[in-house]
Nanobody, 115 residues
Framework: QVQLVESGGGTVETGGSLHLSCIAPVYLLKNCDMGWYRQAPGKEREVVALRLRKGALRYGEVVKGRFILSVNNSENAVVLQMNDLRSGDTANYIC?????????WGQGTQVTVSS
């Protein structure tokens, strides 16, 4: 079974930062669109940040300029540095690998931004 192992969620005050990590098999990192989605109660799942297979980076509009997505090849991880967190960022953050043969999803890690 393909596993995406997520970590880094937690509770932070408004304006704080968190660092999310998603350890993934190398073959997914090499061949898939990798990144993070999030979903809050009562809201649609939305794209946070994606590293497309060819290398282009895409960010959701509301996180652009605050979050930075990168792939750490040494650690086989998709990492998301989240800065200047706001209450609207509170959600379950889910690592994704979207591949030609199908999509894979992590279990999610909760991010809560307190007032």
């Amino acid at each position: 079974q393909v596993q995406l192992v997520e970590s880094g969620g937690g509770t932070v005050e408004t304006g704080g930062s968190l660092h999310l990590s998603c350890i993934a098999p190398v073959y997914l990192l090499k061949n898939c669109d990798m990144g993070w989605y999030r979903q809050a109660p009562g809201k649609e799942r939305e794209v946070v940040a994606l590293r497309l297979r060819k290398g282009a980076l895409r960010y959701g509009e509301v996180v652009k300029g605050r979050f930075i997505l990168s792939v750490n090849n040494s650690e086989n991880a998709v990492v998301l540095q989240m800065n200047d967190l706001r209450s609207g960022d509170t959600a379950n953050y889910i690592c994704s690998a979207q591949c030609l043969i199908g999509d894979y999803w992590g279990q999610g890690t909760q991010v809560t931004v307190s007032s």
